[in-house]
């Protein structure tokens, strides 16, 4: 880290700095990225999404300057514009040089389940050896597996291992993350899932939404009186949430073998009574609905999506739900692939997340997303970013704060490796480009 070549360094005494500490005012630090060989995902104003054509523009500026003033940016633009005016006011500064390197905007990954005891390895293996996702679920295994060993795990274990899960998609370049609940299937374990995730979000740097998945799977115990459980989501689970302020989001998985459209259509009707937007699991296992009434109750997303034909395409077309797209569940379960092109040819925005689980998609890693989408969905490279920046940011509701390279929002973003440009993401697959992260101003 070299001092930029004018000196506007302020040195102080520790008794003036007393001083101003007394009287609430507080020193400018500012940040400064030069020499970046690309800034990716630049706006001038800020947009809520991107949809079908505009999927494929990306605003790109070479040999470009970034501006972190505390935990914003505060400017950015070409090299040959950068003078001392775009650090005026500052009373002390850093300069990071990114020459050959490339500054994106944090990934934000809007679908994990990453609050988990432990790994399910037995059923990958299960799964190779000819069994389906659904058969070993209706044996006991799958989601109803990692119920059981989560009750039995205490909240200091299940946060310190989501903590280092944390961590790891954090090196990976993601900034922001939406974790659910939904491997607790009791009032107590629900509960103890949305704490521990609170407490995710007190200590963790990352900008964290937390969403209630009470209706993930059907408790054995309640396989033939169905009606009782999701009496007990409605009656006990949601206003316990809500009166302790646990949950941004409501998920429902409505799919074949899970939870029916009317029985999802009865929980979101339940979760709105207490402000809770939907955010659904929807078409992973068949042409369920799950669409049309996510759309109905105003999702804010459905994800998965790996079933949909014209009449799901047409309920999403003039509804604000993003449509999302989770190609690691679908590589590692050896889904259908989504149809991502008719989607976005029908003008559809797509946005794309982990799917962080120990089920489906083992892997929290936003990199390898990139490669996925453009590998199996042939996505552009700037299509995948949009969907992985913007529109997810837009599908965990921070589009306002994260998601794009803008005055304004949370300097939330990552320096590459010296790379050749942005398509050498995806193009290296499995190999982490990261450098350094800055989230909410502090380097990482
Ligand atoms: N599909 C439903 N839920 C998770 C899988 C959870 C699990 O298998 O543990 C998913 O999004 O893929
Ligand atoms: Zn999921």
């Not at 988990?116 to 390895?121: N, Y």
Request: charged share 20%; with cysteine.
């Amino acid at each position: 880290m070299a001092r930029l070549p004018y000196d506007k360094w302020q040195f102080i005494s520790p008794t003036s700095f007393f001083i101003l500490y007394e009287n609430q005012a507080r020193l400018i630090m500012k940040v400064i990225l030069v020499n970046i060989k690309e800034l990716v995902q630049v706006e001038e104003e800020a947009r809520a999404w991107v949809a079908g054509k505009e999927m494929n523009e990306l605003k790109v500026l070479h040999d470009a300057f970034l501006v972190i003033n505390d935990d914003q940016i505060e400017n950015f633009g070409l090299m040959q514009d950068f003078d001392e005016t775009a650090v005026d006011g500052a009373d002390m500064m850093m300069e990071i040089d990114c020459t050959g390197k490339i500054v994106m905007p944090g990934y934000c990954d809007s679908h994990t389940h990453l609050v988990f005891a432990t790994s399910r390895e037995q059923e990958f293996v299960d799964r190779i050896n000819g069994l389906s996702y659904e058969e070993i679920a209706r044996r006991g295994g799958g989601i109803l597996n990692s119920a059981k060993r989560l009750e039995q795990a205490s909240e200091d274990e299940l946060y310190l291992s989501a903590m280092a899960r944390l961590d790891e998609i954090k090196q990976l370049g993601t900034t922001a993350v939406e974790i659910k609940s939904g491997y607790g299937l009791s009032v107590k374990s629900e509960l103890k899932m949305l704490r521990v995730i609170q407490r995710l979000k007190e200590t963790s740097p990352l900008t964290i939404k937390s969403t209630f998945l009470g209706a993930h799977a059907m408790p054995v115990e309640y396989k033939n009186k169905r009606q009782k459980y999701i009496q007990l989501i409605i009656q006990e689970m949601l206003p316990e949430i809500s009166q302790q302020g646990l949950a941004d989001y409501m998920d429902v998985f409505c799919d074949r073998g899970f939870f029916s459209v009317s029985e999802t259509a009865q929980l979101l009707e339940a979760a709105w009574k207490y402000d809770l937007q939907p955010k659904i699991h929807a078409n992973e296992l068949g042409l369920t609905g799950g669409v049309q009434v996510g759309v109905q109750y105003q999702a804010l997303s459905v994800d998965h999506l790996e079933h949909v034909g014209e009449a799901e395409i047409e309920a999403l077309l003039g509804s604000k739900t993003m449509p999302t797209v989770l190609p690691g569940a679908a590589f590692f379960l050896s889904l259908p692939l989504s149809p991502v092109r008719k989607m976005m040819n029908a003008g559809l925005p797509i946005a794309l997340a982990s799917d962080f689980n120990p089920g489906s998609s083992p892997s929290g890693n936003m990199n390898f997303i990139q490669s996925l989408a453009c590998i199996n969905y042939k996505m552009t490279p700037e299509e995948a970013i949009n969907a992985c920046t913007l529109n997810s940011a837009y599908a965990m509701g921070i589009e306002k704060s994260c998601g794009s390279i803008c005055r304004g929002k949370l300097a939330n973003l990552f320096i590459t490796k010296v790379l050749p440009g942005y398509a050498a993401i995806p193009y290296f697959y499995g190999s982490n480009p990261v450098e350094t992260v800055i989230i909410n101003g502090e380097i990482y």
